[in-house]
């Protein structure tokens, strides 16, 4: 076993060894189904009686809540991916500290940012002094299976194909795909992606739970209706409130998310502009950088294989496999094929798609993100709704009980493409400080990276506190005011390029009342009604930055 182990591991990635002969199945499609379809849950029942039925619990006294952003010296970081492997090649970590999770755009697991955003002072900890009155929480779904019909199963197809018509073989480093099956479903999340959404829920009660001492009545909290959304949701109240009871401490608004539906946590589906060719701004953007950076790995990868011609779209689909393999399997030998350098191109393939199809450089993102915007608003002011003309459903958010307006806690789940959207509309400006991504190099300075805004289980985080000024401003007035700042995925975001929030603090705060007249003035300045219905088209290049088209 361990000679195996040093001969493959000894393997030079340059010389190609003997073709092996692949398997007729090579690529081919493969599911289960868990429960077996045979299994009924009810037969055997009186042999198993709930808890309640048995009795006997033991002692239960409650103790207090938790406020560890309060409470501890330091803020913990998100920095595991257990139980994934993480590829520890010899080609994959050319820098020790090099973790090719970290390049997956939206496909890595989300993790602690640090002062990514340029704040070195600012921890999630609030400022010595300051008491938290409020937390408004947006988080992504967690780890998931590809988008139907995606590039990965379009690359098994090809192998598959290959493999039952062309003779197909693969050596060396690609010998795995001669026996390799395709595994993964379509959109639904993962084992992994549970967990994520399990520990983030657990995470906001270590961290906020105190909060829920100014409930009244139940939460509400928010997510939509596609199956993954709604098992994300689940599994952070489950985390948060605990399995035995969970489904009787809180709602769950599940929003439509369809074709014809408004929708803010879905907002596409209300902005037909946003379907259109426009947005294929992001994958066109993403395939000129393909070409370039994958260019020397198309034929050293080709070495290996007989039987299939491959394309840069072939090998973007193997690093895709990588991920997706990873955050579903737990493992994928596709990781091991890729350089540092080409984990780096793939980060940044993800970055141009972004940007130019959800983000700064696309002129329908601030339109769809402003319907969370006019949410948050309402929340913080505690002024109900009473204009729909975004992506609002007026059914929805014009209603007290689907739309609280007095609750220390607010928690939506969303997706990668929406949270890109709301912090175009937030206009977190330093986000694209560094302008319009180029299509040919990584540029040196770059401010926009997915990895950091919409990974898997991606969270940006509102905290509303109250804070004596002289805590946390120059001014001596020791009179409390109310401040509002915001953490995406632990990283504190500056505020400066919000009007009325223009004096830096380096705790990231702005006064709360400000924010809101930034906001309001963002509102306005947003025209939803050209950006998603007008028949216009972008002047090449593309040089928005901050996700509408009218400056
Ligand atoms: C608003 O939400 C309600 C409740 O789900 C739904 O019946 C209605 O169709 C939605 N309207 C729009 C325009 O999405
Ligand atoms: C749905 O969105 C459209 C477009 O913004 C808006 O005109 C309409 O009033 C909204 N419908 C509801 C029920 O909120
Ligand atoms: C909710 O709206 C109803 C009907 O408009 C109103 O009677 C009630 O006072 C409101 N409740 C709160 C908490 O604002
Ligand atoms: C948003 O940012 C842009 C710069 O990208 C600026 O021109 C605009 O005034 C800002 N709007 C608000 C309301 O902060
Ligand atoms: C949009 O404008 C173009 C050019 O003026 C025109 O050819 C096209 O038919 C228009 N599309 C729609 C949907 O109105």
């Known amino acids: 076993m361990l000679s195996t182990i040093l001969l493959l591991g000894a393997l030079p990635f340059a010389t190609a060894s003997p073709l092996a002969s ?88 989300w993790y602690s940012v640090g002062d990514a955003f340029g704040l070195p002072d600012a ?40 493999a039952t018509t062309t003779g197909f073989e693969a050596s060396g480093p690609l010998e795995f795909l001669n026996t390799w099956t395709y595994k993964l479903g379509a959109e639904l999340l993962t084992p992994f992606g549970r967990q994520q959404l399990y520990d983030l829920g657990v995470a906001f009660r270590v961290k906020y739970g105190d909060l829920l001492k100014g409930f009244t009545k139940l939460p509400v909290f928010r997510t939509t209706s596609e199956a993954r959304m709604v ?31 408004n929708n803010t946590l879905a907002p596409w589906n209300a902005c037909p502009v946003s379907n259109g060719p426009l947005y294929n701004l992001g994958t066109d953007a993403a395939s000129k950088w393909a070409a370039i950076y994958l260019k020397d790995t198309v034929p050293r990868l080709q070495k290996y294989i007989k039987g299939i011609e491959l394309n840069v779209e072939d090998v973007v689909a193997m690093q895709e496999l990588c991920a997706y393999e990873t955050v579903a399997l737990g493992y994928s030998a596709f990781c091991d094929l890729f350089t540092e350098e080409e ?29 969370y915007v006019q949410e948050l608003v309402a929340r913080l002011t505690q002024t109900p709704l009473t204009s729909f003309e975004t992506s609002l459903n007026s059914t929805l958010d014009g209603n007290n009980v689907t739309f609280p307006l007095d609750q220390p806690i607010y928690v939506d789940a969303t997706h990668d493409t ?24 990584i540029p040196k300075h770059q401010t926009y990276f997915v990895n950091q805004i919409a990974p898997f289980a991606s969270n940006l985080v509102a905290q509303v506190m ?20 915001f953490l995406l995925n632990d ?29 309001q003035q963002r509102i306005a300045e947003v025209d939803y009604n050209f950006d998603c219905f007008a028949n216009y088209t972008l002047p090449m290049p593309d040089t928005l930055t901050n996700g509408r088209i009218i400056q």
């Not at 948060?240 to 998310?257: A, N, P, R």
């Not at 191109?345 to 959800?358: I, P, R, T």
């Open 22 to 109: 692949a398997s007729s199945f090579a690529g081919s499609t493969e599911t289960a189904l868990y429960p077996p379809p045979s299994a009924t849950f009810s037969a055997f029942d009186t042999f198993f009686p709930d808890a309640e039925q048995v009795g006997f619990a033991g002692p239960t006294p409650t103790g207090d809540e938790a406020e560890a952003v309060a409470t501890a010296p330091a803020a913990p970081q998100k920095l595991d991916t257990y139980p994934l492997l993480n590829p520890l090649t010899e080609h994959t970590g050319e820098t020790p500290s090099f973790n090719p999770l970290r390049y997956w755009g939206n496909l890595s697991p």
């Open 343 to 371: 984990w780096k191109g793939y980060e940044y393939g993800n970055d141009l798609n972004f940007w130019y199809s959800d983000g700064p450089g696309q002129p329908t993102t601030a339109s769809q993100g402003i319907g």
């Open 466 to 485: 109250s804070c004596p000024a002289s805590a946390v401003t120059s001014s001596r007035s020791s009179s409390k005011e109310s401040y509002i700042r």
């Open 231 to 261: 098992d994300s949701a689940l599994q952070f109240a489950a985390g948060f409130f605990g399995v035995q009871t969970y489904q009787q401490e809180y709602y769950e608004l599940i929003i439509i998310e369809e074709d014809g539906f």
């Open 123 to 162: 921890t999630p900890q609030l400022p010595k002094g300051c008491e938290l009155t409020q937390v408004h929480l947006l988080h992504r779904h967690g780890a998931r299976y590809p988008t139907s019909g995606d590039v990965p199963s379009q690359f098994a197809e090809v192998v598959n194909k290959a």
């Open 491 to 519: 990283g504190v975001v500056p505020l400066t390029g919000i009007a009325h929030c223009e004096t830096p603090n380096k705790f990231g705060l702005c006064p709360t009342a400000d924010f809101i007249k930034g906001m």
């Open 418 to 441: 929406v949270i890109s959207t709301i912090v175009t509309a937030l206009n977190f400006t330093s986000l694209a400080a560094n302008g319009p991504l180029p299509t040919d190099h």
